[in-house]
């Protein structure tokens, strides 16, 4: 993985502000929160979200491939159609995440390959 760029959480708020919804190759450098934010479709490809906190974030249709999500806080999320794919996903919390048809699949956490059943289990664990 090539990080092309790095910003703070406080930078990509202004690009999502902005409108923008594609991300690749970024690096978000703090663990900061977006909480509460609408993110429908939003697309991150090949970043770091290391820590970022997306407690009850809209996130419908959204599409994490390839990034790291270890320590994300995705607790009341609605992640209705999203999809999940090859993140390592350690120490992120899935408590009360609404996951009807997101795709969670080839995803690793401490050695293990995770896929859509782990995320269930992961919700009430």
Not at 28 to 35: A, F, T
Not at 38 to 64: I, P, Y
Request: negative net charge; hydrophobic residues 35%; proline residues 1%.
């Amino acid at each position: 993985m090539y990080i092309e760029r790095d910003i703070t959480t406080e930078q990509l708020i202004i690009e999502l502000k902005n409108g923008i919804r594609n991300f690749h190759s970024v690096d978000v450098v703090d663990s900061g929160s977006l909480s509460n934010w609408d993110l429908q479709g939003v697309s991150f490809h090949e970043c770091f979200l290391t820590g970022l906190d997306f407690t009850n974030c809209n996130l419908k249709n959204a599409r994490f491939v390839s990034s790291n999500l270890k320590t994300c806080c995705f607790r009341g999320a609605d992640l209705t159609n999203a999809e999940i794919k090859y993140c390592p996903v350690e120490s992120s919390d899935w408590h009360g995440a609404l996951i009807n048809e997101t795709v969670f699949e080839e995803n690793h956490a401490y050695g293990q390959t995770l896929n859509r059943i782990d995320l269930e289990r992961m919700l009430i664990e």
